[in-house]
Structure formats: C-alpha cells, structure tokens
C-alpha cells in the first residue's frame, strides 16, 4: 500500500500536535506519559518530533487523557487557522 504524501498543511499541524503534548508533559518523562497512555515511548518521541504527523485517533485519545487534556482544545488547537 502506498501512502499519498502529506500535504504541508498536515505535516505543520503535526509538528503543531508534537508541541502541544511535548508543552503538556512538562516535566514528566517521555517513558511515564507513554506507559500511562499504553503506547511506546518511542512512537510518543515520533508524535512530539513530528516524525509522526498524523498518529491514530485513540493514540492521541490516550495522550490526552494522560496528559489531562481535553480532545476538543487539543484539536482546535491543532487546526490551522484559516481553514
């Protein structure tokens, strides 16, 4: 299966992703967030480096929920604007 490049408005909102959850980990490690959300920490090391654009829907569920974040402020946060 071939993947269709991402446009750069998505890799921007990916990096934009990374930022905010690498912003709400603060001073929690890598490894503690990502055994909290039940990933590894090295596909949260891809999602925060942008490596990861586009990460599966209950990945970024399970961040959340970790972090304490809510999925709505952390999508209107991720959304370009002007779109």
Do not use: N, W, Y
């Not at 959300?37 to 490596?51: D, M, Q, V, W, Y």
């Amino acid at each position: 299966m071939v993947r269709t490049p991402l446009t750069p408005e998505e890799r921007e909102r990916g990096e934009r992703l990374g930022r905010l959850l690498r912003e709400a980990r603060g001073g929690r490690s890598m490894t503690d967030v990502a055994a909290s959300a039940g990933i590894s920490a090295e596909t949260l090391r891809k999602i925060e480096t942008g490596r990861a654009p586009t990460p599966a829907f209950f990945t970024v569920a399970a961040l959340a929920r970790a972090l304490g974040l809510s999925m709505d402020d952390l999508a209107g946060r991720c959304v370009l604007v002007g779109l």
